[in-house]
């Protein structure tokens, strides 16, 4: 039976929340969209990633309550509303508006916001939302393609979202402890706040959060404020003993790693490996398709990991796309990385990282994974996961752009030796 369902809004922010979910041992499933079928076996944490944070608002709702019904059937009756910790999201939503039909669904009068993420820098005081010592509308992400975040103070930034009123419990009463800041909700409920902003500048202080809202039928925030909703649940006789050591499955030797992400961090990652390594041209690709690329890994023995990379610095990068278009590079790129993870697979490859964000929703779509069990954590926010690949057992993980350190693709495959 399913304890806490959790629905993200995209995929690398569900494996993010998975991740910090399964450091405490208890098993985490996460499924990309909302399956089709009706739940068998589900873990205790589950986790869907939806691909709604800018999504036409009614889409974002209808999957959300989708999602919903998939996790109550499942067993859930807690909920946790996952957004980023710095709160990405268009005056019209989807934050708040998903949290609202949630609410209602739930039949639940209330519930907090609470993005910080202190581990990570993001902290939110008076209501306000810090990127390290930035303010957020001072932060990178004013500019952000899709978000732009032009304000810092998460109540501004949530009324217009929403149609119940907002409220604050403010980071002095946070530090006096759960049962101050249990009285000040209730309080805040009592003059009609349905949606309070949490202030919290320290783990502590998500520690004290979550002991008070532990109960609640839906809390929201981002991924930091589950972390210790496991050892909470397990005090509360709702778990049983963890085994302290995520899922782990028998998976073949064979290893391939397939990058994508032209990341600093990845660029780095991918010239340091010493193994075998084949380049991918996007221009090439356009011309003759991955024939090279396939004849290359055809070759290869698995035992060596092999790396196949579409991975270049920004110059060539520019050049690629100047002649293909941005959107027909990044795709020709995802195609060929997807067929290779297929010849992979099928060649005996059981052990496969995939590094970027884009291309690993192209990867795992094309191995026809929808369920992940969460493992090891190989850096923070990137752990392995075990699914199943036309029928067979494999682990994968999913790496986003600068995540992990430049030995990341020896420590991925140590950390399974190590499992
Ligand atoms: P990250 O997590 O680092 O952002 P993504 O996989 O999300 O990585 O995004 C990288 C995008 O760039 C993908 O769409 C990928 O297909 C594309 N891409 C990869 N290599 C190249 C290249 N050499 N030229 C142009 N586009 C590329």
């Not at 699914?387 to 140590?414: C, M, Q, W, Y």
Request: charged share 20%; with cysteine.
């Amino acid at each position: 039976m399913t304890v806490l369902g959790c629905i993200a809004d995209d995929f690398t922010g569900a494996t993010d929340l998975a991740g910090l979910l399964a450091r405490s041992g208890y098993p985490v499933s996460l499924r990309i969209g909302v399956p089709d079928s009706p739940p068998q076996d589900p873990a205790p944490f589950e986790v869907i990633a939806l691909k709604c944070r800018t999504a036409p608002l009614a889409d974002a709702v209808k999957d959300t309550r989708a999602a919903l019904k998939w996790l109550q059937a499942a067993g859930a009756r807690r909920f946790f509303w996952k957004y980023c910790s710095t709160f990405d999201s268009t005056p019209q939503g989807n934050i708040g508006p998903v949290a609202e039909a949630l609410m209602d669904d739930l039949g639940t009068a209330q519930t907090i916001y609470c993005p910080a993420f202190p581990e990570n820098g993001r902290t939110v005081f008076m209501g306000n939302l810090f990127v390290g010592q930035q303010p957020l509308a001072e932060s990178p992400m004013k500019d952000h393609p899709l978000t732009p975040m032009r304000d810092s103070n998460l109540m501004r930034l949530l009324a217009p979202q929403v149609i119940g009123r907002v409220g604050l419990v403010d980071r002095p009463t946070v530090a006096r402890g759960a049962d101050a800041l249990r009285a000040a909700l209730d309080g805040l409920a009592q003059h009609g706040a349905a949606h309070v902003v949490v202030d919290a500048v320290a783990d502590a202080d998500l520690g004290r959060i979550a002991t008070a809202c532990q109960d609640m039928a839906l809390m929201t925030g981002g991924s930091a404020l589950a972390m210790p909703l496991p050892a909470l649940y397990r005090a509360a006789g709702l778990l049983g003993d963890s085994d302290a050591r995520g899922a782990r499955a028998k998976v073949g030797a064979g290893a391939v790693i397939l990058s994508g992400s032209c990341s600093a961090m990845t660029r780095a990652q991918v010239a340091v490996y010493q193994g075998p390594k084949f380049r991918l041209d996007p221009l090439d690709l356009a011309k003759d398709d991955a024939g090279a690329a396939q004849e290359w890994l055809a070759a290869q023995d698995l035992a060596r990991a092999p790396l196949i990379y579409a991975t270049a610095e920004p110059e060539a990068v520019a050049k690629a796309q100047a002649q293909l278009g941005q959107a027909e590079a990044g795709a020709i790129v995802e195609k060929a990385l997807a067929e290779l993870a297929i010849a992979a697979r099928d060649k005996g490859a059981r052990r496969i990282v995939v590094a970027g964000g884009e291309t690993s929703g192209a990867v795992t779509q094309a191995l026809g994974v929808t369920r992940l069990d969460i493992g090891a954590e190989i850096a923070p926010g990137v752990p392995w996961t075990y699914a199943t690949s036309a029928g067979h057992p494999i682990a994968l993980t999913l790496k986003s752009g600068n995540f992990g350190a430049e030995s990341f693709f020896t420590d991925a495959l140590r950390v399974l030796e190590d499992t």
